[in-house]
């Protein structure tokens, strides 16, 4: 079965600081991993897929197949960017059980002034 | 935000009663979950649906049921509510592309 592993419950960084969020996955196929964000009390918000290799808010993410990770990175952290994170990984294309999404427990990004 | 809806937005009930929770979605897509969303565990998949009338079992649950009569609305019911179903419920769509999926805003549910 997948795993989808988030090391860090708690992350703290400076303002301007470079941030990494550490994502680990198992899983035997080839994955599709997202990053989600979720600011205080408010809903999940799909922050980046790595199939479109995008850059979402200044944040990047590099699947790594050999390391089966997925860190998200910023160079420069920003207090908005204080939120808690959450990688998830699916299955792939197909039926619809292949739809479904395996989340991590989640990295609580602080970012102080 | 998708058009996605959850009704109610915050709930107090007792142990041993029946609660539903409602998700509306206006996008018209075939795939629909109900998680949950606990402390040191994340988001945990509850039920889905992939399809009016098909819908199949998630990673917990146990004492949940729902169901999806229409396209736009996936019902989740707990048939006898108890402390340990206390937590935010959370709908999300997929939209089938990329295997991605959009979220409601969740319902904060507590079982005295």
């Known amino acids: 079965a997948q795993r989808v592993t988030q090391p860090e419950k708690l992350l703290s960084v400076f303002k301007g600081a470079p941030v990494e969020l550490k994502c680990n996955y198992s899983y035997s196929g080839s994955p599709e991993l997202f990053w989600y964000v979720q600011y205080s009390r408010q809903r999940l918000q799909l922050l980046l897929r790595?199939?479109?290799?995008?850059s979402i808010k200044g944040f990047t993410a590099d699947l790594n197949k050999g390391e089966t990770s997925f860190h998200l990175k910023k160079p420069f952290a920003q207090e908005e960017d204080s939120a808690m994170y959450y990688c998830a990984l699916s299955e792939g294309w197909g039926g619809g059980s292949n739809y479904k999404l395996t989340f991590g427990k989640g990295t609580l990004l602080t970012v102080n002034p | 935000d998708a058009g996605i809806t959850q009704s109610p937005r915050h709930k107090v009930t007792e142990t041993g009663t029946p609660v539903t929770l409602r998700c509306h979605q206006t996008e018209n897509h075939r795939y629909m979950y109900w998680y949950r969303q606990d402390p040191g565990h994340g988001l945990r998949l509850i039920h889905y649906?992939?399809?009016?009338?098909?819908?199949d079992k998630g990673e917990v649950s146990d004492g949940y049921s729902v169901s999806r009569s229409k396209t736009e609305d996936f019902l989740l019911t707990l048939e006898s509510a108890t402390s340990s179903q206390t937590s935010v419920y959370f709908c999300?769509?997929?939209?089938?592309?990329?295997?991605?999926?959009?979220f409601g805003p969740g319902t904060r549910l507590t079982v005295l």
């Open positions: 999300a769509i997929g939209t089938g592309v990329y295997n991605e999926q959009f």
């Open positions: 790595h199939i479109s290799r995008e």
């Open positions: 649906s992939y399809g009016v009338k098909d819908t």
